[in-house]
């Protein structure tokens, strides 16, 4: 994960306010894409992170584009959250931030010998993202 934030490239306008909450923010979204429908509440209960880091994050997706809440129908008070269709403008920044910025956070963990080792890792990562990405429950 660490490698990962590395790689991502700044906000628009820096971290400022966010500083220190890429994590959370990326822990949330994936909650979210695994439960469609969810909750802060239930999202702060799955990953055990605060129920206001939660909120802060949800806050952050929202204003990059990347979730949608709305009331919940049977319960008004609550507001549901889910996945936006299509791709946020900030997961097309980070997709053009392309492979490089990857290859190189990889290269500097693998130290001395990571551009030898480089291409190995990089396919044994390719292979696990195939195998182990992000499911809505069945």
Same mark, same amino acid.
């Given at each position: 994960m660490k490698l990962g934030e590395e790689a991502l490239p700044e906000p628009p306008g820096g971290s400022g306010q966010y $500083?220190? #909450?890429t994590r959370s923010v990326v822990i949330v979204a994936g909650d979210i $894409?695994?439960?469609? @429908? /969810? !909750?802060v509440?239930? /999202?702060a *209960? &799955? /990953?055990?992170? +605060?129920? #206001?880091?939660v909120s802060g994050a949800v806050a952050r997706l &929202?204003?990059?584009? =990347?979730?949608? !809440?709305a009331p919940d129908p049977a @319960?008004?008070?609550? !507001?549901?959250?889910? *996945? $936006? +269709?299509? !791709? =946020?403008a900030?997961? $097309?920044a980070v997709r053009a931030a392309g492979a490089s910025k990857v290859e190189e956070a990889l290269a500097r963990a693998l130290g001395e @010998?990571?551009?030898?080792?480089l291409p190995e890792v990089t396919e044994a990562l390719e292979t696990l993202a195939r195998h182990l990405s992000v499911r809505a429950p069945h």
């Open positions: $500083a220190g #909450s $894409a695994a439960h469609p @429908d /969810t !909750t509440g239930e /999202t *209960q &799955r /990953t055990g992170l +605060p129920q #206001s880091q &929202r204003e990059a584009g =990347s979730v949608r !809440t @319960d008004r008070r609550r !507001t549901l959250v889910r *996945q $936006a +269709p299509g !791709t =946020s900030r997961v $097309a @010998d990571g551009a030898r080792q």
